[in-house]
């Protein structure tokens, strides 16, 4: 079963850091570009960061430029996002996926064929 597994959330003092990690399985996504999202109720998700097959190349959103940084591990099928500076508008459920149609630095949800469950992030002011 091809899957993305995402860990690391909880609960964070406003300021405090965070660093969620996402583990594939069931094939290697190291020729694959990967993305980390995050959704709140009621709203669409949001996307954070990506990162292109080889690691080299990133792009962020405003919501992360700054405090996030996203990176990968294609040794061992995984991505991260350090979390820092954290805010409670950070508070939501946060998703890694991976496209098998960019290698680049897709910038839309709907370009991203693979999701996790989400992992809860909860910053307390």
């Known amino acids: 079963q091809v899957q993305l597994v995402e860990s690391g959330g909880g609960l964070v003092q406003s300021g405090g850091s965070l660093k969620l990690s996402c583990v594939g399985s069931?094939?290697?996504?190291?020729?694959?570009?990967m993305g980390w999202f995050r959704q709140t109720p009621g709203q669409q998700r949001e996307l954070l960061a990506v990162?292109?097959?080889?690691?080299?190349?990133?792009y962020y959103t405003d919501s992360a430029k700054g405090r996030f940084t996203i990176s990968r591990d294609n040794t061992k099928n995984m991505s991260f996002l350090q979390m820092r500076s954290l805010k409670s508008e950070d508070t939501a459920v946060y998703y890694c996926?991976?496209?098998?149609?960019?290698?680049?630095?897709?910038?839309?949800?709907?370009?991203?064929?693979?999701w996790g469950q989400g992992t809860q992030v909860t910053v307390s002011s």
């Open positions: 990162i292109n097959w080889r690691g080299d190349n990133t």
């Open positions: 069931g094939r290697s996504f190291t020729g694959n570009s």
């Open positions: 996926a991976a496209s098998f149609v960019a290698s680049g630095l897709p910038s839309r949800a709907s370009l991203f064929n693979l």
